[in-house]
Nanobody, 123 residues
Framework: QIQLVESGGGLVQAGGSLRLSCVAS????????MGWYRQAPGKERELVAG???????DYADSVKGRFTISREGAWNTVYLQMNTLRPEDTAVYYC?????????????????WGQGTHVTVSS
């Protein structure tokens, strides 16, 4: 099983920056997707930014131009650089990974989640 641990959250003023980190550990067969989600109070969890196995990146419209996802070559560590933070960015941020395995004829995939890290942006 894959364990994901997020860090880097905290309290920051509007306009400030934070860098979140996600470290994957455990018996990793492979990681095919990895990304960041967030959930604000009273709202559904939403995708913030994510990598796919082909190297493409998806961003939520609300964070384009402000947030950047990156990785250290392998999938073991993924970052989320958050700039020009707004109070609306206040949420619990979760790291997610998708691991696929098995022969191509019957590949199976499983999703893994970290415990979350709090980000609070004050005005």
């Amino acid at each position: 099983q894959i364990q994901l641990v997020e860090s880097g959250g905290g309290l920051v003023q509007a306009g400030g920056s934070l860098r979140l980190s996600c470290v994957a550990s455990g018996r990793i067969r492979s990681i095919d997707k990895m990304g960041w989600y967030r959930q604000a109070p009273g709202k559904e969890r939403e995708l913030v930014a994510g990598f796919t196995s082909d190297g493409s990146v998806d961003y939520a419209d609300s964070v384009k131009g402000r947030f950047t996802i990156s990785r250290e070559g392998a999938w073991n560590t993924v970052y989320l650089q958050m700039n020009t933070l707004r109070p609306e960015d206040t949420a619990v941020y979760y790291c997610s990974a998708t691991s696929c395995y098995g022969p191509v004829e019957r590949v199976s995939c499983a999703d893994y989640w970290g415990q979350g890290t709090h980000v609070t942006v004050s005005s």
